[in-house]
């Protein structure tokens, strides 16, 4: 009962972000989806040779063809600043659960009242998933309707380097369903990390700082690790190997899906155990 | 008597920082009980122990009945921190409806009357509104339900004098119809109107605790007599009631604890030519009393 009043009112006390958030990532998914047809077409050798750091970058791994309808779709939206977006927006939420609250008293005025700090963690990580899920679905369905309109769903030919013709699959809803979905993952993956360091500092700067370190150093350690070979047995910890390497947006989903989930329900599990065991911090 | 709050040696240290140190308290259902202390001394510490917002390095602490975590007993109180927080686009009404409805169907809220006795806009959100219409949401926020026990953290702080008459009504009122009180404050004269106890804490232990009958007998009254040449203060030492007596160029100060007519008769004997009385108010008692549980230490 009182999980419900709790969870309805942090996504109400949310609504105008969501909107700015949801409109915001629409409009970047739409403007990168309107560059197809003026790069349509372009080579594939030109853009994916750059060496193996310029691929990974690009997140060009497995001879993804970038002038390819889902190449083009993966290397402008999925493979970079979609699931960015999303991760920063996992992080805001996953940090705003608890820690965000806590440190300007509001949380604790809260707990005056007749509800657990369980039901107040259950609600509000609830809240976070829910809200990265309405960001998520609303940019993924603007990017289906988006691809008749720029040529996405058309198949490509293009001419491989032994002169043989290569033809292209046009992107469908499925291949949308599969890239917004893995980047949903990851970015639920760090709201958890976020929560986490939240739920057990109850620090607003401490978590946001952690969980931005823990996303953005991944993906430096699996850009490094390319590069240098060297770093590879230390990449397990970056969402960004099995992300970029098995680029489900291009190749539909893996199994390794499932570890970001895991992940998030680790995180969460973890600081609902350490947020019931503290001492609030004091506002 | 049961009691409403009752705390067995509780202790809060952080580190080397000892901030509640080994407080015995008994709060018997239907008293007021003000917990004074200047800043530091542990009486909000005390009061985030009592709802579960930290948890004591030892002792115990029973709270209506129960643990402070408890839903159900938290349903029963009303909480007044001394810094209210809300989410910035939260409105008076919004949070009304929403910690109302936290409690299910165990909570009557009962606004209205609570909003237009402060004069409170509830329809601007939290981010607008001044000190003193924070306070405002804060004190309708606690009251509204009715609460067996009230937790207020200096209450009246912020709040104009109109306001802070019009709170000391209600508490009176509150407690008439049965609630417990407890709360913190540097106000004496909000003590002085509403309290039946005090506590006094500093650094952390509960130093001295009087009733408010034993805190008004210590301020006893003290009369200051004029004569025309030097008069040696021991004359007044003997006279019945007098609790002290000082001398300077022509004027003595006696202090009084009772009936001054004895005291005024020897002032006439000795020729007096001024007189004038003061009472001693609490701030300056409860200075006194700081002081001197400091030094007893």
Not at chain 1, 130 to 145: D, K, R, Y
Not at chain 1, 210 to 225: E, Q
Not at chain 1, 272 to 282: E, G, K
Not at chain 2, 253 to 272: F, H, I, N, Q, Y
Request: aromatic share 8%; hydrophobic share 45%.
């Amino acid at each position: 009962m009182s999980g419900g009043v709790v969870y309805r009112r942090w996504l109400r006390d949310r609504a105008r972000s969501t909107l700015v958030w949801t409109v915001g990532v629409v409009l970047i998914v739409v403007a990168s989806a309107a560059f197809y047809p003026s790069l349509s077409g372009a080579s594939g050798g030109g853009l994916g040779s750059g060496g193996s750091a310029m691929s990974s970058l690009l997140g060009l791994s497995k001879g993804i063809d970038p002038g390819s309808p889902l190449g083009f779709l993966w290397i402008s939206l999925y493979a970079n600043i979609y699931p960015w977006m999303l991760m920063a927006l996992g992080v805001a939420l996953g940090v705003a659960a608890i820690a965000g609250d806590e440190e300007t008293g509001a949380l604790e005025y809260l707990l005056a009242k007749p509800v657990t700090r369980t039901t107040v963690a259950f609600a509000r990580f609830a809240g976070a998933v829910t809200i990265l899920l309405v960001v998520s679905v609303f940019s993924g369905l603007a990017l289906v309707l988006s691809l008749p309109l720029f040529d996405l769903n058309q198949a490509t030919t293009s001419t491989a380097a032994d002169g043989s013709k290569v033809i292209s699959p046009g992107a469908t809803a499925i291949d949308i369903f599969n890239g917004t979905f893995s980047s949903f993952a990851v970015a639920l993956g760090l709201a958890g990390v976020a929560f986490l360091i939240g739920a057990i500092t109850g620090r607003k700067g401490v978590a946001l700082g952690g969980a931005s370190a823990f996303g953005i150093g991944g993906y430096v350690l699996y850009t490094l690790s390319n590069m240098t070979g060297s770093l590879k047995p230390l990449t397990w910890i970056s969402p960004w190997r099995w992300y970029v390497d098995d680029a489900m947006a291009v190749y539909g989903l893996t199994w390794n899906v499932v570890l970001p989930f895991a992940g998030a329900v680790v995180g969460f599990l973890i600081g609902w155990w350490a947020f019931l065991r503290r001492d609030l911090q004091n506002p | 008597m049961d009691s409403v709050i009752e705390t067995e040696g509780l202790t809060k240290r952080w580190g080397t920082l000892t901030a509640v140190d080994d407080i015995n308290l008994r709060i018997p259902a239907g008293e007021c009980y003000a917990f004074l202390g200047l800043n530091g001394a542990g009486k909000s510490t005390t009061a985030r122990m009592l709802l579960d917002f930290i948890r004591p390095t030892r002792g115990t602490i029973r709270v209506l009945g129960g643990q402070g975590s408890d839903p159900s007993v938290r349903a029963r109180v009303g909480y007044l921190p001394g810094d209210l927080n809300l989410p910035r686009s939260m409105t008076g009404k919004d949070a009304i409806a929403f910690f109302g409805g936290l409690g299910g169907d165990r909570l009557h809220v009962d606004s209205a009357g609570l909003i237009e006795r402060f004069g409170l806009d509830p329809s601007r959100p939290f981010r607008e509104l001044s000190t003193g219409n924070r306070r405002k949401v804060g004190l309708v926020l606690a009251f509204m339900t009715n609460p067996d026990l009230l937790i207020l953290d200096e209450p009246t702080s912020g709040l104009d004098p109109l306001l802070q008459e019009e709170f000391r009504d209600l508490l009176a009122e509150r407690k008439a119809a049965g609630a417990t009180i407890w709360l913190t404050s540097h106000v004496m004269a909000e003590v002085e109107r509403v309290a039946d106890r005090v506590g006094l804490v500093r650094d952390g232990k509960l130093a001295r605790e009087l009733t408010m009958a034993e805190l008004r007998h210590q301020a006893i009254g003290q009369i200051r007599l004029t004569f025309p040449a030097h008069v040696d203060a021991g004359q007044f030492q003997r006279v019945p009631h007098v609790t002290g007596a000082q001398g300077t160029n022509g004027e003595v100060l006696v202090s009084v604890d009772g009936p001054v007519t004895d005291v005024l008769a020897r002032g006439a004997e000795l020729g007096a030519t001024g007189i004038e009385t003061e009472k001693r108010d609490l701030d300056d008692i409860f200075l006194e009393m700081y002081q001197s549980s400091g030094d007893a230490k």
